[in-house]
């Protein structure tokens, strides 16, 4: 054997001593080239070099590829003188040799991605065979590519979901293009439609494929752009280049960086004090531009008292209304903050002033001061009574009209105050009438108009103001003579002109000051104040009762005894006796240790306003005390413990507002100022509200960081002005909320399980775990199925919260062996994982044997021995042991049966029948099988010792599973019949019948044959 190169190809040469054999037994050509083709595949890749030529593809079938003659370095007719012959690998000829110019031509059109793939360079190698002397040329052939092909994504649309919190520069890499062409015609480069956020680079992968990467040039907001839709293009180097494109359409995430707003900062509302339980008073909104529970606004009352606040608001619809009954006299207005938090903790206020409109649902109120009866007659313009009138409505239905009745020899007259005398109009005579009913009735201007009458009695008194008369001017008496001294002749009468003496006094000292005498509207002007300052007093808050508050008679200007001698008296307007009136010493002193912040609450400042009423002569000043308050009262704060919850990326500057304390106190004795305990994180700004309070403001000084410290616990102080000054504190747990930034991961990504097919529906078939290393709503882990088929959502459920998988349907293994289930899990987020999970059905032995009768015989003689009565086969869709089986019958029967091949059988005669002895024969063919592990532990199905005959028993050592065919052979002698019947199967327990007893015949096998006996 000789290595020959010619040209740029090696060839090999085969001698013909080297094939002697071959030529001394002058085997045919055939079978000689049948050896030449033998060394050829053994010499296929002997050589270093071979002959390359190139061809670009899809040329068309016959162009011209080489002069082979020539590049063999062959002389001219020597390839067809040799039998040159062209031979590739497999069973196509791509080449075809010219028969006439032994030219090398293209045999078909070649298409280099369907005979090389992504393989570059696309080399095909082939042979020259020469028979003549034997000899081999190494060649191959180059396809090189066109572009013929574009870039391809696999899908026409991605989808990305990145988070808003993103920051600039980061990448997200995208599914690459296919491009089926190579080298410079293939896949190149990647661009992406203009756009303000991204930019794409192009990556080359280890296998020199190249994908691309979204880059994140500027930040995103949900709330701006909720989605972006950008086009990516696939560009391969061909010229003209072709290109691919896919939709990538980008979701953008939401983080809880909006707070709520509301639509009003301030809301107002009217409510009448008399509004039913539950009226609906007002509905606030506030939106909030998140997505999601980030967007889910829940409303609640801000700084209330449970107790006392008449309000309640709906956290969902934010509807308040009222919970508690109105009183205008108590509360006319009423100030609420609400606070609107979203599902992450973020919060926004606003105000709500109500104002509670007036009822006239209070009568008139009359306090009588003073009193005096009886009165004398014959004096006009005696006081009679003062009293003061009071409403607790206000407006219109406050003013009040004073009246009396107009036959009654009385005036009333106005003073100042809602102050009235009653006074007599002119004189009165005690010997026309005695004694007055006055009934003073007291209405309101209100709608509708309600009043108060108060009844009094005045007595007149008499004075001297008749002389005597006698009835008769002349009487006559006779007298007998000689009576004894002193008996009595007779008397006469005289009615008296009055009735006891002068009332000492009683000349005007009671008289009011002069004025018009009408019915009403006549004033009392009021007298003047005397010494400076006169009328205004004040007293420290809980000083002893009995303390000394002014020498009023001092104050008056009056004398000693002064105030005795002309009644004074104190009167408050609240009918409550706060003060008295020491008329010995003229001190005015407290009647009671008094309480600014339960007489006016937070009303500063605190006054009680009173009268001084003399009754000799009548007179009325107006004064009043101010209540000076005492630091008593130290800030208190409704919570004990604020929570505040902050999301870790909260920009450093942000203010939260803080509920603020409570303190009884007014003026400098109320709280001033605010403080919090040295941290690095946070500082205290006080603001004041619209009210005139004072609240305070956690501000922002550093970014938070929940990785590091999830929680903060401050301690909030708040001071009053007092000295010294009184405190307060609260706790404010902060709680930093994450966002989410990590995604959830399966504890396993592939779960592999069993389930026997007989398992229940409703069994757990496998529980799946993921964990999200997030907090809050970004770590709420939701579970379902994922690029599922309908069966397998037709045959599991996932319970969405705790991943655990239920089976909805029977399992059959004989249908389906294994089902692969992917489960996806999703954080509150929206960023998911997924996982595999592998069910494999574990076979059970469910499936009881069928027989199936091929044939049967109608003519048997009664005395031939094994013949052949029936044909069938058994099966059991079971499968491995559960499938295997053996087939008997009963062994006194005089038949055989004989296996056959693929579970067939072969019933047959076993020697000559005899219709005489027994004309009629019960078989019975049947199967016991059940599972050992289960059913035979638990002593169902047992397995009976040795093989039951006329069983079709299970080997597989698993048991037996009842089931049994009942067959009636008929044998009669001369012209009769012998029947064969397929009677009913007996399931699942073979019972033996009687030969007489009557059996339902089994649809499916109806047939009847008879064995005729020659």
């Known amino acids: 054997?000789?290595?020959?190169?010619?040209?740029?190809?090696?060839?090999?040469?085969?001698?013909?001593?080297?094939?002697?054999?071959?030529?001394?037994?002058?085997?045919?050509?055939?079978?000689?080239?049948?050896?030449?083709?033998?060394?050829?595949?053994?010499?296929?890749?002997?050589?270093?070099?071979?002959?390359?030529?190139?061809?670009?593809?899809?040329?068309?079938?016959?162009?011209?590829?080489?002069?082979?003659?020539?590049?063999?370095?062959?002389?001219?007719?020597?390839?067809?003188?040799?039998?040159?012959?062209?031979?590739?690998?497999?069973?196509?000829?791509?080449?075809?040799?010219?028969?006439?110019?032994?030219?090398?031509?293209?045999?078909?059109?070649?298409?280099?991605?369907?005979?090389?793939?992504?393989?570059?360079?696309?080399?095909?190698?082939?042979?020259?065979?020469?028979?003549?002397?034997?000899?081999?040329?190494?060649?191959?052939?180059?396809?090189?590519?066109?572009?013929?092909?574009?870039?391809?994504?696999?899908?026409?649309?991605?989808?990305?979901?990145?988070?808003?919190?993103?920051?600039?520069?980061?990448?997200?890499?995208?599914?690459?293009?296919?491009?089926?062409?190579?080298?410079?015609?293939?896949?190149?480069?990647?661009?992406?439609s203009s756009n303000p956020h991204f930019h794409v680079v192009t990556r080359n992968r280890s296998d020199g494929r190249k994908f691309p990467e979204l880059v994140l040039d500027k930040g995103l907001d949900r709330e701006e752009q909720p989605e972006l839709r950008l086009t990516l293009i696939a560009l391969d180097g061909g010229s003209p280049p072709r290109s691919g494109t896919t939709e990538i359409q980008i979701l953008v995430l939401d983080i809880n960086d909006n707070a709520p707003e509301f639509a009003q900062e301030?809301?107002?509302?009217?409510?009448?004090?008399?509004?039913?339980?539950?009226?609906?008073?007002?509905?606030?909104?506030?939106?909030?531009?998140?997505?999601?529970?980030?967007?889910?606004?829940?409303?609640?009352?801000?700084?209330?008292?449970?107790?006392?606040?008449?309000?309640?608001?709906?956290?969902?619809?934010?509807?308040?209304?009222?919970?508690?009954?109105?009183?205008?006299?108590?509360?006319?207005?009423?100030?609420?903050?609400?606070?609107?938090?979203?599902?992450?903790?973020?919060?926004?206020?606003?105000?709500?002033?109500?104002?509670?409109?007036?009822?006239?649902?209070?009568?008139?109120?009359?306090?009588?001061?003073?009193?005096?009866?009886?009165?004398?007659?014959?004096?006009?313009?005696?006081?009679?009574?003062?009293?003061?009138?009071?409403?607790?409505?206000?407006?219109?239905n406050q003013q009040i009209v004073c009246s009396v009745d107009d036959n009654l020899p009385f005036l009333l007259k106005p003073s100042v105050e809602n102050f009235y005398t009653l006074v007599t109009e002119g004189a009165l005579d005690r010997e026309s009438q005695a004694e007055y009913n006055i009934t003073i009735t007291v209405t309101d201007l209100g709608t509708p108009r309600l009043k108060t009458q108060h009844n009094i009695t005045v007595t007149v008194s008499d004075v001297n103001d008749n002389a005597p008369a006698f009835s008769q001017t002349t009487y006559t008496l006779r007298v007998r003579e000689n009576n004894s001294p002193a008996l009595h002749i007779g008397s006469v009468s005289a009615e008296p002109g009055g009735v006891g003496g002068p009332l000492p006094g009683a000349r005007g000292p009671l008289s009011g000051p002069p004025g018009g005498r009408q019915r009403h509207g006549d004033a009392v002007p009021e007298l003047p104040v005397r010494g400076s300052g006169f009328g205004q007093y004040s007293v420290t808050e809980e000083r002893e009762r009995g303390s000394f508050v002014v020498n009023l008679a001092k104050d008056l200007g009056l004398g000693d005894g002064e105030l005795v001698a002309r009644g004074a008296r104190v009167v408050s307007d609240d009918n409550k006796q706060h003060l008295l009136l020491d008329p010995q010493s003229g001190d005015l002193l407290t009647n009671e240790k008094l309480d600014r912040e339960k007489l006016c609450g937070l009303t500063e400042p605190c006054m009680l306003h009173f009268q001084i009423l003399m009754d000799n002569p009548f007179q009325i000043y107006r004064a009043e005390l101010r209540v000076s308050d005492i630091n008593d009262h130290s800030p208190v704060f409704r919570d004990q413990e604020t929570v505040l919850k902050i999301l870790e990326n909260t920009a450093e500057g942000t203010a939260f507002r803080l509920e603020r304390a409570e303190d009884s106190d007014g003026g400098l004795n109320g709280i001033q100022s605010y403080t919090i305990n040295p941290n690095p994180f946070f500082h205290i700004k006080i603001s004041d509200s619209d009210e005139g309070m004072?609240?305070?403001?956690?501000?922002?000084?550093?970014?938070?960081?929940?990785?590091?410290?999830?929680?903060?616990?401050?301690?909030?102080?708040?001071?009053?002005?007092?000295?010294?000054?009184?405190?307060?504190?609260?706790?404010?747990?902060?709680?930093?909320?994450?966002?989410?930034?990590?995604a959830p991961q399966f504890s396993q990504t592939i779960y592999e399980t069993q389930a026997p097919e007989n398992i229940p529906v409703g069994s757990l078939i496998a529980k799946v775990s993921a964990g999200d290393v997030d907090s809050g709503v970004n770590a709420d882990i939701s579970y379902s199925f994922f690029d599922a088929s309908e069966d397998i959502r037709a045959t599991f459920q996932i319970n969405s919260f705790s991943g655990e998988i239920f089976l909805i349907v029977l399992l059959d293994y004989e249908l389906v062996k294994s089902y692969k289930i992917n489960v996806q899990a999703m954080d509150g987020g929206g960023l998911t994982a997924t996982c595999t999970i592998l069910v494999e059905v574990l076979d059970i032995n469910d499936n009881p044997p069928e027989l199936i009768m091929s044939s049967l015989s109608n003519h048997v003689a009664e005395n031939s021995p094994e013949t052949v009565l029936a044909v069938f086969r058994i099966k059991d869709r079971d499968s491995g042991e559960n499938g295997k089986m053996h087939c008997y019958i009963q062994d006194n029967l005089p038949f055989l049966l004989k296996p056959s091949v693929e579970n067939f059988y072969i019933l047959m005669t076993e020697g000559g029948l005899d219709r005489e002895s027994q004309a009629k024969v019960l078989v019975f063919v049947a199967v016991r099988l059940c599972r050992r592990s289960r059913a035979a532990s638990a002593g169902r199905c047992p397995v009976p010792e040795g093989h039951f005959p006329g069983h079709l028993v299970d080997v597989s050592g698993t048991g037996t599973l009842s089931q049994s065919y009942q067959y009636e052979v008929c044998l009669r002698g001369g012209s009769g019949t012998s029947e064969f019947k397929f009677l009913k199967p007996i399931i699942p327990n073979i019972q033996a019948q009687d030969s007489e007893g009557n059996s339902e015949e089994n649809p499916t096998f109806r047939n009847s044959f008879g064995f005729n006996f020659q």
């Open 694 to 742: 004072i609240y305070p403001e956690l501000v922002l000084d550093k970014a938070l960081d929940r990785e590091k410290q999830h929680e903060l616990s401050l301690t909030l102080t708040a001071l009053d002005g007092g000295s010294p000054p009184r405190s307060g504190t609260t706790t404010v747990r902060i709680v930093i909320l994450d966002i989410n930034d990590n």
């Open 1 to 192: 054997m000789v290595d020959v190169v010619t040209g740029t190809g090696k060839g090999i040469f085969l001698l013909e001593s080297d094939i002697t054999e071959m030529s001394q037994t002058k085997v045919h050509r055939k079978k000689r080239q049948v050896a030449i083709l033998i060394i050829w595949m053994i010499l296929w890749e002997v050589g270093s070099e071979s002959i390359q030529y190139s061809v670009l593809e899809e040329t068309e079938s016959g162009t011209f590829v080489a002069n082979l003659t020539k590049d063999l370095g062959l002389r001219r007719g020597e390839l067809a003188a040799r039998g040159a012959q062209v031979v590739f690998k497999g069973n196509r000829q791509h080449l075809q040799l010219d028969p006439q110019t032994y030219d090398l031509l293209l045999n078909e059109k070649l298409d280099r991605e369907e005979l090389c793939g992504s393989t570059e360079p696309c080399v095909l190698h082939f042979q020259v065979l020469l028979e003549n002397p034997l000899q081999f040329f190494q060649a191959a052939l180059r396809v090189r590519d066109i572009n013929d092909h574009a870039p391809e994504f696999p899908a026409r649309e991605m989808l990305l979901k990145i988070s808003e919190i993103t920051t600039p520069g980061k990448l997200f890499p995208l599914k690459m293009a296919q491009d089926l062409d190579v080298g410079s015609n293939g896949l190149q480069s990647y661009i992406i």
């Open 266 to 396: 301030q809301y107002e509302a009217q409510i009448p004090e008399n509004n039913s339980l539950g009226s609906l008073i007002i509905t606030v909104s506030a939106r909030d531009l998140d997505a999601g529970s980030f967007g889910e606004v829940s409303y609640a009352l801000f700084q209330v008292d449970d107790i006392n606040q008449p309000f309640e608001i709906n956290a969902i619809t934010g509807e308040i209304r009222l919970r508690k009954a109105l009183d205008f006299e108590e509360f006319q207005s009423y100030h609420v903050d609400i606070e609107a938090t979203d599902g992450g903790g973020l919060s926004g206020k606003c105000s709500l002033v109500i104002k509670v409109l007036d009822i006239n649902d209070n009568t008139p109120e009359l306090t009588m001061s003073s009193l005096i009866s009886p009165i004398p007659e014959n004096l006009p313009d005696i006081i009679v009574a003062v009293f003061s009138v009071s409403d607790a409505d206000s407006g219109q």
